[in-house]
């Protein structure tokens, strides 16, 4: 296994740089593990493939306005940084720029509120001290991927419909495809939701770069399971339900808590919270997730790794091929798929 095995070529024009003007109008394509047929539709007519009994899986987690830009002290050149995890009151990891410049113990400002570097990490990583965290809800902007070069008129387009917590510098991009109607009439047709926690950081913006992904350095991301998701999850396998993963994000809290099995000797799903370092590649036995909604990712990535794991690197890179050809729309603000 090599990371070049994941690797496709993407025409520009299909890097989706706007949402749709309706989230669930997006295209839909359904591929099946079992048989390798792939099939066409659209989102908003999901609940066809989905039966009663089943539970999605939803990551509720909300992207902070996580991109701020300051002045350095007291020089007054321009900074910017983008928060990725809260360790501490005031502690962020957050990659910086320009990211060589900023060094241990130096200071900035991001309008008027007092910053310092504490430490210096891998690369433009940095620990930093913000003095008044309000300022990041007061001047922060929602970031956007660095391939997405048209401005957002709507930030909360860059939010799922049922973002509750704080905490993400990504959005879990498979969601953003739910209405709440849509979501209702799922409900209403035997379909259960429950929501799950994780907070998207470092690895969304880092690629690998190793030649064996296996040596890539995965990085945690907080999660939790609340009593009720834990429940639905439970009774969901023993009534013979499928347990269906919106966004590679929901994966990895389920496939997360399903390691602790083998040391409990219990399959049961208990409420918990932790920090999700799973690195999921071709090989792994999903024990949770019987069927994945994920949009189309990067090449090279974990992400698309992680879907390969799921459905097989062949369906995978076929699914993608006849993506392009059919020019669907790619990445965050783009359409998605259905594995089952």
């Known amino acids: 296994m090599r990371t070049k ?10 890097i989706a740089q706007t949402p749709l003007a309706k989230r669930d109008h997006s295209r839909l394509m359904l591929l099946d593990r079992t048989t390798n047929n792939i099939e066409h539709s659209q989102f908003y007519n ?3 493939f989905l039966h009663p009994g089943d539970l999605l ?23 910017e940084c983008l928060l990725l995890e809260k360790t501490d009151v005031h502690i962020w990891k957050a990659l910086v720029k320009p990211g060589r410049s900023l060094k241990t113990g130096d200071y900035f400002s991001i309008d008027g509120v007092n910053c310092k570097i504490l430490e210096e990490m891998d690369e ?16 922060g902007n929602v970031p956007l991927p660095p391939y997405i070069h048209t401005h957002l008129d709507e930030p909360d387009r860059y939010q799922t419909v049922y973002a509750r917590f704080n905490g993400s510098a990504a959005a879990p991009t498979a969601g953003l495809h739910f209405t709440n109607p849509l979501l209702e009439d799922l409900q209403a047709s035997g379909i259960d939701i429950a929501s799950v926690t994780l907070h998207v950081g470092l690895d969304t913006f880092k690629p690998v770069s190793e030649e064996n992904p296996v040596k890539h350095k ?6 939790e399971v609340n009593k009720d998701a834990a429940e639905k999850i439970n009774l969901t396998r023993q009534n013979g339900g499928r347990i269906i993963a919106v966004g590679t994000t929901s994966v990895r809290v389920l496939e997360q808590i399903s390691l602790s099995w083998s040391q409990e000797n219990t399959h049961k799903v208990k409420p918990t919270s932790g920090w999700a370092n799973i690195f999921i590649l071709p090989g792994h036995k999903f024990k949770l997730v019987d069927a994945m909604i994920t949009n189309f990712h990067m090449p090279r990535s974990t992400l698309l790794m992680l879907v390969s794991a799921f459905a097989g690197r062949e369906l995978i890179m076929a699914g993608y091929k006849t993506a392009i050809q059919n020019q669907y729309r790619f990445y965050s603000f783009g359409d998605c798929m259905l594995i089952i």
């Open 57 to 79: 899986i939803t990551n509720n987690s909300r992207v902070i306005p996580a991109r701020l830009r300051g002045t350095r002290v007291p020089t007054g050149g321009k900074m």
């Open 218 to 223: 995965i990085h945690t991301e907080y999660f």
């Open 124 to 139: 433009a990583l940095r620990v930093i001290y913000i003095e008044d965290e309000s300022v990041i809800e007061k001047s």
């Open 5 to 14: 095995d994941f690797d496709y070529k993407l025409p520009e024009a299909l």
């Open 46 to 48: 999901i609940g066809e």
